[in-house]
């Protein structure tokens, strides 16, 4: 076995699946702080937050293990990445940092109730679209001259990025609405309900808007598809995403299934997700680093795998039995103290 060849695929999958496990865990809840603006009332907010009020400091575990995973495995693209992106990730963490304490102060507060609800959307909110300009950033290609990053400090700004930032925040939406859909029940339940539908539309309407947009990026990551034949092996992916908004469209509003617009909406990022990952392969950093280009010496890469291999059942333990014991339904007049 060649450890320098297998070691970086093995890290790419970890930060991958670190990456995913957080846009799921902790979509739903800044899609909760998107749609706190459409709560008919200050009970109605607490009960919405109520939902996630047990488990949703835990999800942040998933960013800073990739984050981590990142700069271990691939300290050139981490380099890259931190200097080019420094804007966006900054805000990205001061808006979590804002969004936990408004959510925190918020259920303490007597007379700042509503500031502390409005303090709450912003910063899940801008968290949410800081994450789709990083994304976009990415996506759109980091070019770098002798292992630096040459567009400067504004490279991240463009018309590209902005729209994967706007996009994420419906995406982000639209799994908090569906996550209402099944903690909820009663009035909080049907405004979901009405709320999934549209969000449905306009994620797919974006998702197609950056799919028809990336053919024309340098990173040319479309144009992975389409070399040496990949393309009938890719095409499954899109046309799975298709259909699987299709079902969510329509279970967002059947009564009764409560668990099926959520776990489609999950399959949907998936899905998304997938698409992204394979377009990237075998890049770390597109257009032009690859993963073996940026990897850390083996033994480096050993050392960090042992720890890896500890936490990542612990991790995957604790979030499998923080999820169970809060399963089932909210009901409005639980209180988080």
């Not at 680093?289 to 604790?318: K, N």
Request: net charge neutral; glycine share 12%.
């Amino acid at each position: 076995m060649n450890w320098e060849t297998v070691l970086p695929v093995l890290f790419f999958g970890v930060i991958g699946f670190s990456t995913l496990m957080y846009v799921l865990l902790d979509g739903f809840v800044l899609g909760l702080g998107a749609l706190a603006p459409f709560a008919e009332d200050e009970h109605q907010l607490d009960h919405m937050m109520n939902t996630a009020a047990p488990i949703w400091d835990g999800n942040e575990t998933w960013l800073v293990l990739g984050g981590n995973a990142l700069l271990a495995a691939f300290p050139p693209a981490f380099g890259i990445i931190m200097s080019g992106l420094y804007l966006p990730v900054l805000l990205m963490l001061l808006a979590l940092v804002f969004r936990g304490v408004a959510f925190e102060f918020r259920f303490k507060a007597v007379r700042g109730k509503r500031f502390w609800g409005g303090a709450f959307a912003l910063g899940s909110m801008f968290a949410a679209f800081a994450q789709g300009v990083i994304l976009g950033a990415v996506v759109e290609g980091m070019p770098v001259q002798e292992g630096k990053y040459i567009e400067g400090v504004f490279g991240w700004f463009s018309p590209f990025s902005m729209l994967t930032g706007v996009a994420l925040v419906f995406g982000y939406a639209l799994l908090g609405s569906t996550w209402l859909i099944l903690k909820t029940e009663g009035r909080l339940q049907k405004l979901a309900r009405h709320m999934a539908r549209p969000l449905v539309l306009v994620v797919v309407a974006f998702m197609g808007l950056v799919s028809t947009w990336l053919p024309f990026l340098d990173s040319r990551i479309m144009a992975r598809w389409f070399e040496g034949g990949n393309f009938w092996w890719l095409f499954p992916v899109p046309v799975l995403a298709l259909v699987n908004a299709w079902l969510l469209w329509r279970a967002a509003m059947r009564e009764g299934r409560d668990a099926a617009p959520f776990v489609l909406t999950l399959t949907f990022f998936g899905l998304g997700f997938a698409g992204l990952v394979l377009g990237i392969w075998p890049n770390i950093v597109p257009p032009d680093l690859t993963i073996w280009e940026a990897s850390s010496p083996p033994s480096s890469q050993i050392f960090v795998g042992v720890g890896m291999v500890i936490l990542l059942p612990v991790i995957l333990g604790y979030t499998w039995w923080a999820y169970r014991v809060f399963a089932g339904k909210i009901a409005a007049d639980v209180g988080y103290h």
